[in-house]
């Protein structure tokens, strides 16, 4: 079965400091995606970064970057130099390759404090 | 470049009401189409999604169901709503193989 877990409900941040959010996951499928998506109050949902389960490098996007491990099965996505138009829910997907779904996870709020 | 359109905003119906949520995407051709639900402080349920023209897969049994009549636009409906149907409800696109979701802003429906 395939699943996606996010432990941290809430997290909080001092402005330009880095944060990690964590995000674990798991599929038997040998293909997959995994995708971080951040949801600011008004509800839309905006597509951060992306990284396929055979990338040989972990997926960088501005001050978005993904933190690969696949033998412990995680995506954690590390924020730096974080700014107050930040703050917001951040949620992980998976993407099995056998499904055109994209599961997703509880999210995690993350607060950036001045 | 590519957009999805989702109406309307905000929805508030009474309970035994029907429903019609529509959603058209632009500037693409065939996409992968998806219908999210999201409870308050929760994450994102997937109800329906469809890879085609009258192709709808529903992932949650319940009293919603959904359809594309046309190849960019898809539609979630229900006969007599809920009120456990309240929610946010977001249409999302995507292009076919392992590629991000396209989400559209969203309806925030109450049922009363």
């Known amino acids: 079965a395939q699943k996606i877990t996010q432990t941290q409900p809430g997290m909080f941040v001092q402005e330009k400091e880095a944060v990690t959010l964590d995000c674990t996951y798991d599929?038997?499928?040998?293909?997959?995606?995994l995708f971080w998506y951040k949801q600011p109050s008004s509800g839309e949902m905006i597509f951060l970064i992306y990284?396929?389960?055979?990338?040989?490098q972990n997926a960088t996007e501005g001050r978005y970057s993904l933190n690969f491990q696949k033998a412990r099965k995680s995506a954690n996505l590390v924020i730096s130099a974080s700014q107050l138009g930040d703050s917001a829910m951040y949620f992980c997907?998976?993407?099995?390759?056998?499904?055109?779904?994209?599961?997703f996870g509880s999210g995690t709020r993350l607060l950036v404090r001045p | 470049s590519q957009t999805i359109h989702q109406w309307p905003a905000t929805l508030v119906q009474p309970v035994g009401s029907p429903l019609s949520l529509e959603c058209t995407v632009e500037?693409?051709?065939?996409?992968?189409l998806y219908w999210y639900r999201q409870a308050a402080g929760r994450g994102l349920q997937l109800l329906f999604y469809?890879?085609?023209?009258?192709?709808i897969s529903s992932e949650v049994p319940q009293n919603l169901s959904a359809s594309r009549p046309q190849d960019r636009q898809f539609i979630l409906s229900s006969k007599k709503l809920l009120l456990s149907d309240s929610g946010f409800y977001l249409c999302?696109?995507?292009?076919?193989?392992?590629?991000?979701?396209?989400f559209g802003n969203g309806t925030r429906l109450t049922v009363t």
């Open positions: 999302a696109w995507s292009n076919q193989g392992n590629s991000p979701l396209h």
């Open positions: 599929t038997s499928d040998p293909s997959y995606g």
């Open positions: 990284q396929g389960s055979y990338d040989q």
């Open positions: 997907a998976l993407a099995p390759d056998s499904s055109y779904k994209l599961i």
């Open positions: 500037g693409t051709s065939n996409p992968n």
């Open positions: 469809s890879v085609g023209i009258g192709q």
